[in-house]
């Protein structure tokens, strides 16, 4: 039997017109992940883990044992810092030098400021 002839016995046969076939609307998960990325703030999520493996070497070793970069909120990156006179250090003397680092490495967009807290 044709395909047309099939088709046409089944509609007479169900009373309704066949429908047509469905589209194919299939995704790579590469595309589904990129959609839902920045939906569910994996996007942020990603950049603060490149920050946080790249901090040691963005600081020195010493600021690098005594502060951790915890939170990206809003291009503003928050930064736990161990002891109140390294706090004093990095907001004075280090800031900006620390904060034109990270724009070089990962983009002015990315990171506006710098904030530190101890803790």
Known sequence: MRQSDRKRVIEEWRGLPEADEKVDRAMSIREVVNQLAPKLGLDTRLREEEIISAWAEIVGDFFAKHSRPVKLYQ????????????LFELETRWKSLVLQKLRARFGCKIIRDLRFRLG
């Open 75 to 86: 291009a503003v990156l928050v930064v736990h810092v161990l002891q109140p006179t390294v």
